[in-house]
């Protein structure tokens, strides 16, 4: 690891300022050293913001407010986000180990970096690590990449669970920087990897995350979130989906659904929820609306399961979705 | 060790204050050879034309009971800190990247991996590692479980798994063999003694 400063600040106000000069934060840490010890990233100056005061989990009206410092394993036991949004909760448990989750906090979750093994390894070309050096997953391993949103240039799939079922429910965060504060949807959190893939989230300099947001609707108990993965547990997801339904008298009034493992970002598919709204509970129904899921889909030599595995875990999730109540 | 006593960062200290040269520390004083040569080489490219970490002040950790007031570089993992510092070496290092569980330690009451962690980040916590474990010559429950059960084989992710264990059962994860081995599976055994390890979290949970 190469040698850091490392200084601790109480306000966010000082936070920002430390960030505006360059500084990078610290949180839970559980990404970030992992890679300073392997030098893919080389942060020369730390600020620690545990300190600050932005862990709260609180309930607005019928929205969820969690602070950007809360915990993985606080915000998944705690009592309102099972009640209001069990979606959430499921995501979180499945996100990483118990140890992991004690320490991972919800805005360092939404900013861990990719899992393609050639970002960390400095012998390999990787266009995130090292700009314009070229992209070794495109025709190496890449069993686990995206087949969504992928460019010439990185295949990498966002690793995060959490943000998947955020998408889905149409989650905003609020950040505050040098020049104020600004509240976006956190699906615009991430970018698509085109031509500059180590270009990853549309934070500006010196922003800090404050809170996400998680409005209340009538699909959010019930929701599900189902992830396929080599093991049973602790495993990066290789498909999942979050799935939300509003129904009334057997019919699908509003459906939500986003998808993890297959995309460069947590992904959307506002296609496929159109072709349910106003449609029965139904296998068939869901396996045609699925099939929607594949528009644009570019399999790389490793990953054409993931044409199949696809569909049928939207489809698994809107069975688990309509069952809940 | 006393309490309160002041330890400065690194390998040499520790081997004055055990009063001679253990087989440990010599590995420790050559490892803090090998490590400045390192440094040295990468000093002659460019990336590193850093000054060196600054220490952070002084850090008090309370670990297993025991306050120790520490000068750290920043760049040391609670587990580096936990091994080569304070010598206590029952938290083990396996993956040091956070995914095998084998450095497992409580923090606060909290279970964590200590390897993804800086100590100097955690002035005034409260620490408790697998030495911290046994009162009075009486071994903890939970390794009594492990003895009864074969938890292990090699031992090597022992310490991390009862350390986990310990923080499964308290969190209340411990209902049913299924649930164990959900809330357990951030502690990898290459032997495969799950079975043993399952057993003795369920067994040590009813007592609990």
């Not at chain 1, 040698?3 to 839970?28: D, N, Y």
């Not at chain 1, 889909?297 to 109540?325: C, D, F, Q, W």
């Not at chain 2, 081997?15 to 050559?30: H, M, Y």
Request: aromatic fraction near 4%; charged fraction near 20%.
């Amino acid at each position: 690891m190469l040698p850091f400063t490392l200084e601790k600040v109480t306000s966010v106000q000082a936070a920002i300022a430390a960030a505006s000069s360059g500084r990078r934060f610290i949180a839970g840490g559980t990404t970030l050293i992992d890679l300073m010890r392997e030098e893919v990233d080389q942060p020369a100056h730390l600020v620690d913001i545990n300190a600050l005061p932005l862990s709260e989990i609180r309930i607005e009206g019928s929205d969820l407010v969690i602070g950007a410092l809360a915990r993985m394993t606080d915000i998944a036991a705690h009592a309102g986000v099972q009640r209001l949004h069990p979606l959430v909760a499921e995501s979180l448990v499945e996100g990483a180990s118990p140890q992991l989750r004690n320490m991972a906090s919800i805005g360092g979750n939404l900013l861990q970096r990719v899992r393609c093994p050639y970002f960390r390894m400095h012998d390999a070309p990787c266009n995130k690590r090292s700009p314009n050096s070229g992209c070794a997953a495109i025709d190496g391993l890449n069993a686990g990449h995206a087949i969504l949103g992928t460019s010439n240039h990185c295949a990498a799939t966002h690793p995060s669970d959490v943000a998947v079922a955020l998408v889905a429910l149409d989650a905003t965060m609020q950040v505050r920087g040098p020049r104020g504060e600004r509240t976006f949807p956190v699906e615009e959190l991430f970018r698509l990897p085109g031509d500059t893939p180590h270009l990853e989230h549309t934070l500006l300099p010196g922003e800090l995350i404050l809170a996400v947001r998680i409005p209340g609707g009538p699909d959010s108990r019930r929701a599900r979130y189902l992830k396929v993965r080599d093991r049973a547990s602790y495993e990066f997801a290789l498909v999942s989906a979050a799935a939300a339904l509003d129904v009334e008298d057997g019919v699908i009034r509003q459906a939500r659904l986003a998808v993890g493992g297959v995309g460069t970002r947590p992904w959307r598919l506002r296609t496929v929820e159109k072709a349910l709204i106003g449609k029965p509970l139904d296998r068939k129904i869901f396996e045609t609306a699925a099939r929607l899921a594949l528009e644009g889909a570019r399999p790389l030599s490793g990953n054409h399961y993931k044409l199949e595995l696809l569909p049928r875990t939207i489809v698994r999730a809107l069975e688990m979705a309509g069952e809940a109540a | 060790m006393k309490n309160d006593e002041r330890l400065t960062d690194g390998a040499v200290e520790t081997e004055e204050q055990r009063g001679g040269l253990s087989r440990r520390s010599i590995l420790l004083t050559v490892g803090g050879v090998a490590t400045l040569a390192a440094v040295s080489e990468v000093a002659a490219q460019p990336i590193s034309e850093r000054p060196p970490s600054a220490s952070t002040g002084r850090v008090r950790l309370v670990v297993n009971g025991r306050q120790h007031e520490l000068d750290l570089d920043p760049r040391r993992s609670l587990l580096d800190v936990l091994r080569e510092t304070l010598d206590l070496t029952g938290t083990k290092k396996g993956c040091n990247q956070g995914a095998c569980g084998a450095c497992t330690v409580l923090l606060n009451g909290r279970r964590i991996v200590s390897c993804l962690t800086l100590a100097a980040m955690h002035d005034g916590a409260e620490i408790k590692t697998i030495e911290g474990l046994e009162t009075n010559g009486e071994l903890h429950p939970l390794q009594a479980a492990f003895v009864e059960h074969d938890g292990l084989q090699c031992g090597f992710c022992t310490p991390g798994q009862i350390m986990s264990g310990i923080g499964c059962i308290a969190e209340g994860h411990a209902g049913s063999p299924d649930e164990i081995r959900f809330w357990m599976s951030g502690n990898i055994c290459r032997c495969g003694a799950y079975p043993g390890i399952v057993a003795a979290v369920a067994d040590a949970a009813k007592g609990a």
